[in-house]
């Protein structure tokens, strides 16, 4: 599904923005194109009728739009609903397709962490003490790729966090870009914090 499709769906609902989600400039032309196409691959019955798997949709989006905690991990969005659930979309960025499910928050935290194998590469370093690193001097300090990094986004009632979480020269770090630090902490520590912020 396109990002232009995903938010007809929640147009459906109250039309405000997903979270972590970037709303698609759409004109009116545009919209009755992406209803034409739902409607030919079968998400809606006519151009004023959900069919029964765009009904499914719909209360998907509902449920991540009501979800009190809201987790990005680079092209992956957790609408957090209790401790063993959540509703997952996913981006594509090659085929820019979007897709939603409901997914177990456990099964979930696993399969994130096995699919990032740098952070168990990274070697038993001792702790250090954080570093106070402005955003500007630490991008230019730190090369970060594909394969080095993992970036978290956490958005709830209490408020919000974002960090980075990286390996250089064999040694994991965690850079704070809310407070601006940098921490070199003990990998199982580290692992351990991770998985805590993962926890649903």
């Not at 009755?32 to 739902?38: A, E, F, N, W, Y």
């Amino acid at each position: 599904m396109t990002l232009k499709e995903l938010y007809y769906f929640n147009g459906v609902l109250d039309g405000k923005d997903l979270e972590f989600i970037p709303r698609p400039q759409m004109s009116r032309v545009l919209a009755q194109s992406v209803k034409q196409g739902l409607t030919e691959q079968g998400w809606l019955k006519s151009a004023t009728e959900l069919s029964e798997k765009g009904l499914r949709l719909v209360r998907l989006i509902q449920r991540y739009k009501e979800a009190p905690k809201h987790i990005l991990v680079d092209n992956m969005v957790f609408g957090v609903l209790n401790n063993n659930e959540s509703i997952m979309i996913l981006h594509n960025p090659f085929y820019e397709e979007y897709t939603i499910q409901l997914v177990k928050g456990s099964d979930s935290t696993r399969e994130i962490l096995k699919d990032y194998t740098f952070l168990q590469e990274a070697e038993n370093a001792a702790a250090a003490e954080p570093v106070m690193i402005p955003k500007d001097q630490f991008e230019n300090t730190f090369e970060l790729n594909t394969n080095n990094h993992l970036r978290l986004q956490i958005r709830h009632e209490a408020g919000h966090s974002s960090e980075v979480y990286f390996l250089s020269q064999g040694i994991l770090y965690r850079y704070d870009y809310d407070n601006q630090i940098l921490c070199r902490e003990d990998k199982a520590e580290t692992l351990r914090g991770l998985t805590a912020r993962l926890a649903f």
